[in-house]
């Protein structure tokens, strides 16, 4: 086996990491790599907060490297040397996952031999859920868990991501069912359990990022796939800004999804981690001038030249493009390479989803998004949009240039009313008075209100020289 082959095995290259544990590391290493570069490299890994087995890398290398134990001696190890500062409730939730971490050595939810189903299986450990405020680290805490935890079974997504690819799993396999005949009635299938057993052959671990309930579709079928899952030996830790029985608040018929929440709090302890400081705010060295006011002077002019500049070290011309996402055309005005010049109606005035912003954040490392207004109630399905979008870019680290109506913090307020003629359609649609429909989630925009807040975190992040640096994909080789 050669040493590539060795490293591809210890680092799963196509993991997907938030920004703030992310590292690039594809570039690290190559077979040409000196021991002693390695050495060096290994150890800049580990330093920088994201390590998969770097320990065991160097020893298969012959390379002997002080790496780390687990994910809290890693933690450890950036409080000492100032990479990290030090708190006591991001090390009391590590203290916890570096235990889970111990116990799932060696676990797996496959049967190892024909035999196994003649011998109780060994008992899936709990998993968890971790909630608390924006930008107190929870992301960071969930990663550096998961680098350490030694199975390649093991998967790490946007909780979006992750209900996108569940509804496509249960559409294929009720597309690969036979046609109804002809005068007579077709079978009832239920796909779900058949797409938690795909799911859990994958995966014995899911770690899930923003885990949040927003979608009707998605709340009425959570709890028996996730009942499929646990049954099927899968573990899951979880990050949110909500408490488990906060999920899904106000939602439409909420009292069929409340059932989930038991499921959930049955298989994962629930941890709190909220310090009260917004790591993504605090002082950093700013990439520059990143948001912009419209009431700025020739404010359109200096965007144009800021997208010049970029579109000048493209290997392309300013053109249209036309995605392709699942048999769909999603049309932007003005592109040139990995650099996309995009307005707000554009991206959020459209019916666009997830799926869309996720193809845009696999193609381009940098967006500008010009005209954004201010969000009232009577925008909420706008505002909904620009939190996916803005969730999908900060996830693969694309970068962002903004032109908006007000300064971030006042982008979305709660002012309006539901005198909208889409809501008044859908309280006719659901036999709602208005009366009823001002406390559900749908019409009030409490949910929104409450993802906007790690909007602002995030995209207050995205405007910083570190996070700038890591989006440029110019300086990355394309694996």
């Known amino acids: 086996m050669t040493f590539e082959t060795k490293m591809a095995a210890c680092i799963p290259l196509s993991v997907k990491m938030s920004p703030s544990a992310s590292l690039g590391f594809r570039c690290l290493f190559k077979e040409q790599y000196s021991s002693k570069r390695l050495l060096k490299s290994l150890t800049e890994l580990c330093r920088r907060g994201y390590s998969v087995k770097a320990q065991q890398a160097a020893e298969e290398s012959g390379v002997s490297a002080a790496g780390f134990s687990g994910p809290l001696d890693h933690y450890n190890g950036l409080i000492r040397d100032g990479t990290l500062r030090e708190d006591e409730h991001q090390k009391a939730v590590l203290q916890t996952l570096d235990q889970l971490h111990k116990r799932l050595r060696g676990y797996s939810n496959t049967p190892t031999s024909i035999f196994s189903k003649f011998f109780t299986k060994p008992k899936p450990p ?117 408490p488990p029985e906060d999920l899904y608040k106000n939602g439409l018929q909420r009292v069929n999804f409340v059932p989930f929440i038991a499921v959930l709090q049955k298989y994962c302890h629930t941890l709190r981690l909220d310090s009260g400081i ?40 300013t053109r249209p493009r036309v995605l392709n996402v699942l048999n769909r055309k999603v049309r932007l005005n003005k592109a040139c390479g990995t650099i996309a010049d995009c307005t707000f109606e554009e991206l959020c005035d459209r019916p666009l989803g997830a799926s869309d912003y996720l193809e845009m954040s696999r193609l381009f490392d940098t967006i500008f998004i010009r005209h954004i207004p201010q969000l009232t109630l009577n925008k909420k399905t706008q505002a909904r949009r620009l939190i996916t979008l803005v969730d999908a870019l900060y996830d693969h680290k694309v970068r962002v240039v903004i032109l908006a109506d007000r300064p971030l913090e006042d982008v979305f307020i709660l002012d309006g009313d539901l005198g909208h003629d889409e809501s008044h359609i859908l309280m006719d649609d659901l036999g709602l008075k208005r009366d009823e429909a001002s406390s559900l989630a749908i019409f009030s925009g409490e949910e929104e209100r409450f993802a906007f807040q790690r909007t602002v975190s995030r995209l207050t992040e995205m405007q910083t020289e570190e996070y700038w640096l890591e989006g440029d994909r110019s300086l990355k080789p394309q694996v």
């Open 278 to 317: 917004d790591y993504r705010r605090r002082n950093r060295p700013s990439a520059g001038k990143l948001f912009f006011l419209s009431s700025e002077p020739d404010v359109e002019a200096t965007l144009d030249k800021m997208f010049d500049e970029l579109a000048f070290k493209q290997n392309d011309i």
């Open 126 to 242: 709990k998993g968890y859920y971790i909630f608390g405020d924006v930008g107190t680290g929870k992301t960071m805490v969930m990663d550096m868990f998961y680098s350490y935890v030694e199975t390649e079974k093991k998967k790490r997504v946007h909780f979006h991501g992750f209900m996108l690819d569940v509804h496509k799993r249960i559409h294929r396999l009720k597309q690969s069912m036979p046609k109804r005949k002809a005068g007579k009635m077709a079978k009832a299938y239920d796909p779900i359990a058949p797409v938690a057993e795909e799911i859990s052959e994958e995966a014995c671990l899911l770690c899930f990022d923003e885990f949040q309930v927003t979608d009707i579709a998605d709340a009425m079928i959570l709890k028996q796939l996730f009942e499929n899952l646990f049954m099927k030996g899968v573990v899951v830790v979880a990050t949110s800004n909500r």
